[in-house]
């Protein structure tokens, strides 16, 4: 069964500050991974996705990937308090043809005002 | 901004009825994709379609599923006989390639009564 594991939360973050999101994964020939927001009641919205070892950064949002200890992170910098939602990581388990993404449980981020 | 379009957006059903979803992907994107999110539970994948076939389903994607693409906007899934367990969040994603993320629809809320 291939896992993707999150800490569920919540996390709380004063606004302005960095937030820092970790997620690891069992799959190590994962080979796409996957950050999406989710507000209560609505759907996923996808805010990046990364596939090489590194950093890549969109606005205030870094990926952060490393394969070999089968971890990725997601940091939000400046947070503000629209940034308050469930943060879900997703892994593509697929080496070809479409994607199947395995999500972890999510955590929930709170920005304190 | 182009998005994927889901009815309807609540669906009570009895027991052991035929329930059709409904999503109108992204115009330009080829491949659909079809998730559940149990209330409380992570997003789990059912079923994905490329080229007119299913690509890939889950273990929960059982003969009770079906889904379809009648015509060049629609893409549909089909419970044959619901279960208590069905009711869930219903989501219907589109990608245009297999390397980026999903854009999701806004989610069908089942509930099985």
């Known amino acids: 069964q291939k896992e993707v594991e999150q800490n569920s939360g919540p996390l709380s973050v004063p606004e302005g500050a960095i937030a820092s999101l970790n997620c690891t994964y069992s799959?190590?020939?994962?080979?796409?991974f996957f950050w999406y927001r989710q507000y209560s009641g609505k759907s996923p919205e996808l805010i990046m996705f990364?596939?090489?070892?590194g950093d890549k950064e969109d606005g205030r949002f870094t990926a952060q990937l490393n394969k070999a200890s089968q971890y990725v992170s997601l940091l939000i910098r400046d947070s503000q308090p629209s940034d308050s939602a469930t943060y879900l990581c997703?892994?593509?388990?697929?080496?070809?043809?479409?994607?199947?993404?395995?999500f972890g449980q999510g955590t929930r981020l709170t920005i304190n005002p | 901004e182009p998005e994927v379009t889901q009815t309807p957006s609540h669906q009570v059903t009895q027991m052991g009825q035929e329930v059709i979803l409904r999503c109108v992907p992204i115009s330009n994107h080829l491949y659909f994709y079809w998730y559940r999110q149990i209330l409380g539970q992570k997003v789990e994948f059912l079923v994905s379609?490329?080229?007119?076939?299913?690509?890939?389903k889950s273990e929960i994607f059982d003969d009770q599923f079906s889904v379809e693409r009648p015509d060049g906007s629609n893409f549909t899934l089909k419970i044959r006989s619901t279960k208590l367990e069905d009711s869930a969040m219903y989501f219907c994603?589109?990608?245009?390639?297999?390397?980026?993320?999903?854009?999701f629809g806004s989610g069908t809320r089942l509930t099985v009564v």
């Open positions: 997703a892994v593509n388990v697929l080496p070809e043809g479409a994607q199947k993404l395995v």
């Open positions: 990364i596939y090489s070892n």
């Open positions: 994603a589109s990608s245009v390639d297999r390397e980026g993320g999903y854009t």
């Open positions: 379609f490329y080229n007119n076939e299913i690509s890939e």
């Open positions: 799959d190590r020939g994962s080979q796409s």
